[in-house]
């Protein structure tokens, strides 16, 4: 069982919606993490939160849009997205934002764009 | 900047049949890597890591790896694998800041 726990499993949108991926850990995690991945591929870093501070985009477009309530909750916001964006979005989770903490993933959300 | 280079892309074995998944990597600081698993319909977990200390590193499900410096290696061993072990396997180095760099992965098939 993972300790990062992602809903919902399954989302299918339209282009037109807006809808909200959700992640909560309750390890004590200060930094949380959204990755992209496509099918057969590694993910793809999207978003980094330090402390409940955004530290790090790695250029994402701004139909997806982060937020970090408090220190066990993330959210990954959608609006008018693309058909390219169908994909398997993960979150994870360490101890800190330092390269020698692992980090914990989540089972994920499969996003399917109409 | 960091990379990492998995050998195979696709690996099949028979069951009981002992395996070796490649990875080499490339950086010029002190590197900290990871072989995560990624089984169908699932997230990455990880199998195994090697921060410091002795260059052989175990992990679950009865997986190893060897560290070797000279090579810039990280290769993820098993010497009995079951059906249960097929899957996608991704190593990754750590670089500074936190940021993973995956490699494009390994698909390990375990056939009976």
């Known amino acids: 069982d993972t300790e990062v726990t992602q809903t919902p499993k399954h989302l299918v949108m339209g282009m037109t919606n807006k809808k909200s991926l959700k992640c909560e850990q309750h390890?004590?995690?200060?930094?949380m993490y959204w990755y992209k991945q496509k099918a057969k591929k590694p993910p793809e870093l999207m978003f980094v939160y330090s402390y409940e501070k955004l530290s790090i985009n790695e250029s994402v477009p701004s139909r997806f849009s982060p937020e970090c309530p408090n220190s066990s909750l993330l959210n990954l916001h959608l609006h008018a997205l693309q058909p390219e964006d169908s994909a398997l979005y993960l979150c994870?989770?360490?101890?800190?934002?330092?390269?020698?903490?692992?980090?914990?993933f989540g089972d994920g959300t499969r996003l399917s764009i109409l | 900047a960091q990379s990492v280079t998995q050998l195979d892309s696709q690996v099949p074995v028979f069951e009981e049949a002992p395996v070796e998944l490649r990875c080499n990597y490339s950086?010029?600081?002190?590197?900290?890597l990871f072989w995560y698993v990624q089984y169908p319909n699932q997230g990455l977990q990880l199998l195994l890591k090697?921060?410091?200390?002795?260059?052989l590193v175990k992990g679950i499900n009865g997986f190893e790896a060897e560290f070797n410096k000279s090579q810039t290696s990280f290769h993820l061993r098993k010497p009995s694998v079951h059906i249960s072990d097929t899957a996608e396997y991704f190593c990754?180095?750590?670089?500074?800041?936190?940021?993973?760099?995956f490699g494009q992965g390994t698909e390990l098939s375990v056939k009976p």
């Open positions: 990754a180095v750590s670089e500074r800041g936190g940021k993973l760099i």
């Open positions: 994870a989770s360490s101890q800190e934002l330092s390269s020698n903490q692992p980090q914990h």
């Open positions: 090697y921060l410091s200390g002795s260059t």
């Open positions: 950086s010029s600081v002190s590197v900290y």
């Open positions: 390890m004590g995690h200060r930094a």
